[in-house]
């Protein structure tokens, strides 16, 4: 049951996997690209750019400061621009970006928790 529930976690990662665009992107025509390229950001980007929303409280001190790009899009090099259509990653499987994120994020989280766990006493019997 533990695993999967960080299975959910992972998917949750991996929102904005698929052409930059999660569904409340899509609804506000919205997309991640990348800062350099402007090209739609990778899915490992994407993973990156939101395991900071861990850090939701900075996050928020941040984009008072910068309301252009918060952590997780300064890490990632990416950042949240609008939609254009001609701007589709082109030659790419959504199926296949979205497995990318979703095994990179799964990975990510699965280390972080026995990283965690390997720190942690444990309790005497």
């Given at each position: 049951?533990?695993y999967?529930?960080l299975?959910?976690?992972?998917?949750?990662?991996c929102?904005?996997?698929?052409?930059?665009?999660?569904?409340?992107k899509r609804?506000?025509?919205?997309q991640?690209?990348?800062?350099?390229t402007?090209r739609?950001?990778s899915?490992?980007?994407?993973?990156?750019?939101?395991?900071?929303?861990?850090?939701?409280?900075?996050?928020?001190?941040?984009?008072?400061?910068s309301?252009d790009?918060?952590?997780g899009?300064?890490?990632?090099?990416?950042?949240?621009?609008?939609f254009?259509p001609?701007?589709?990653?082109?030659?790419?499987?959504?199926l296949k970006?979205?497995?990318?994120?979703?095994?990179?994020?799964?990975?990510?989280i699965?280390?972080i928790?026995?990283?965690?766990?390997?720190?942690?006493?444990?309790?005497?019997?």
């Amino acid at each position: 049951m533990f695993y999967f529930s960080l299975l959910g976690f992972a998917i949750y990662f991996c929102k904005d996997s698929i052409n930059g665009r999660s569904i409340a992107k899509r609804i506000l025509k919205m997309q991640v690209v990348d800062n350099r390229t402007g090209r739609p950001a990778s899915p490992l980007q994407c993973v990156v750019r939101n395991l900071f929303c861990i850090l939701w409280p900075v996050e928020v001190l941040v984009t008072f400061g910068s309301p252009d790009r918060r952590i997780g899009d300064m890490v990632a090099g990416t950042r949240v621009d609008e939609f254009d259509p001609a701007n589709v990653a082109q030659g790419k499987s959504s199926l296949k970006m979205l497995i990318t994120g979703l095994l990179f994020a799964y990975g990510v989280i699965l280390l972080i928790t026995m990283v965690m766990a390997l720190l942690t006493p444990s309790l005497p019997a």
